[in-house]
């Protein structure tokens, strides 16, 4: 009776774990259907100011995290971005988070509120394509740190390699005033 019994529960065993809710996850690349960073406008002068759009696309029933959260007990739960501080283009003023964050408590951590992107977001960027910028292709390394998450699980965070670039043409213009004391201040190559 003994060996039927455990026959029974190795074989319900069995069953649950070949069960899709116990299956692989689904890898990095299946859940990160888009991520892309690109310069708008794709062409500029030097002294311009430029957009740099961080676009993250996921697959459905994941999400992800603005990179900062105001509740501490949080602030684990973010996203980070690392621009290059030298090189043809400054990145200048703040990071703007997607739009519309969704917002959810986890109790059993003692978090009342904490935003979420389900599917992901598009983060932006200001930089200024430096004056002294010669005409041609410039482009900027930009490390994104993301942490993806399901109803259930997170992965360990994932470091990603961006790259964005910039086609500059054209004669020198003035650096906008809000962004000229930045510019100036930045280490050079």
């Known amino acids: 009776m003994i060996n039927r019994f455990t026959y029974t529960l190795a ?3 069995l ?3 070949a069960s899709p809710a116990f299956g692989d ?3 990095i690349k299946e859940i990160l259907k888009k991520v892309e960073a690109k310069f708008e406008p794709e062409n500029a002068k030097p002294g311009q100011t430029v957009t740099l759009k961080v ?3 996921l697959l ?4 992800t995290y603005p990179t900062f959260q105001e509740e501490k007990g949080a602030r684990s739960q973010t996203n980070k971005f690392t621009f290059p501080s030298d090189g043809a283009i400054v990145f200048v003023g ?3 988070e997607p739009a519309n964050p969704k ?3 986890e109790p059993v951590l003692g978090i009342e509120k904490m935003h979420y992107y389900p599917g992901g977001g598009v983060w932006t960027q200001k930089a200024v394509v430096r004056p002294t910028t010669a005409a041609g292709t410039v482009s900027s390394k930009i490390k994104f740190r993301i942490l993806l998450c399901d109803k259930e699980n997170c992965l360990p965070p994932k470091a990603l390699d961006l790259e964005a670039t910039l086609n500059v043409a054209g004669d ?11 510019v100036d201040k930045a280490p050079k190559k």
């Open 172 to 182: 020198a213009v003035a650096v906008d005033p809000a962004f000229k004391n930045e």
């Open 55 to 57: 676009t993250v696309q």
């Open 15 to 17: 069953s649950l774990l």
């Open 11 to 13: 074989a319900i065993a």
């Open 60 to 63: 459905d029933g994941w999400h």
């Open 25 to 27: 996850p689904p890898s």
């Open 103 to 105: 917002e959810k408590s």
């Open 94 to 96: 703040e990071l703007n």
